[in-house]
């Protein structure tokens, strides 16, 4: 069974660039979760999907956002990016049930310059 | 407050010995879930090990256990038999509220357990 999958592996951008990150999820799995891991900061819930629809966010700003396509599968977009956007960004998946346990993918490392 | 504490920045082991790596945890739902990651150099993030609030035996996968005491809420990971390929960064998380995905899933800070030959 293949895992999370994200693309691209690395990403460099410039400040007030806009960054699209994407994932697959596991097959069967309908929740998307995002996360951001930046330095000195530990891993952040960033966005959760759901059957196509956005079910909670964590602390960002609104120019976190994404959205979750019909094959479950999911895209971050980051607007406006600033420095302190740098940092890997992490995938989760989980199937739609009680024990909710999320796999994560290899993650996408952002960089701006 | 933290939710999630791991007081262990970094942890030196020698290969073969078993390893406790330590979590503390804090909410006030009664249903929440416990797990534990570990996170390579590489980036990826590989499911550990999840315990249940309402769990009444401990969980464990293989090498991995988890000594769960709910009183003190407490959530330690403990590796058996040590091995050169567990050097990495440990997560302990908790998700909170009875499931659903909730809020997603609050993190420690991690402990980075290097084992030695």
């Known amino acids: 069974e293949a895992g999370v999958t994200q693309s691209p592996t690395h990403l460099i951008k410039t400040r007030g660039q806009q960054a699209t990150l994407r994932c697959s999820p596991i097959s069967g799995h309908t929740s998307v979760y995002w996360y951001q891991q930046a330095l000195g900061l530990g891993l952040q819930f960033l966005l959760w999907?759901?059957?196509?629809?956005?079910?909670n966010r964590g602390n960002f700003p609104p120019r976190f956002s994404g959205r979750q396509f019909p094959n479950y599968s999911s895209e971050l977009n980051v607007n406006a990016l600033e420095l302190e956007d740098s940092a890997l960004y992490l995938c989760a998946s989980s199937k739609r049930a009680n024990t909710h346990t999320q796999y994560f993918g290899p993650g996408t490392r952002l960089t701006v310059l | 407050a933290q939710k999630i504490t791991q007081t262990q920045p970094g942890m030196f082991v020698q290969e073969k010995e078993a390893v406790t790596l330590d979590c503390t945890y804090d909410t006030s739902d009664q249903s929440y879930g416990l797990f534990w990651y570990k996170q390579p150099s590489s980036g990826e993030m590989i499911f550990l090990i999840y315990?249940?609030?309402?769990?009444?035996q401990n969980a464990t996968e293989g090498r991995y256990s988890l000594n769960f005491q709910k009183a003190r809420k407490s959530a330690n990971l403990v590796i058996s038999a040590s091995q050169l390929g567990d050097s990495a960064m440990y997560f302990c998380?908790?998700?909170?509220?009875?499931?659903?995905?909730?809020?997603?899933?609050?993190f420690g800070k991690g402990t980075h357990l290097i084992i030695q030959p």
């Open positions: 315990q249940g609030s309402y769990d009444e």
């Open positions: 999907y759901d059957e196509g629809e956005e079910r």
């Open positions: 998380a908790m998700r909170e509220g009875s499931g659903g995905g909730a809020d997603g899933l609050t």
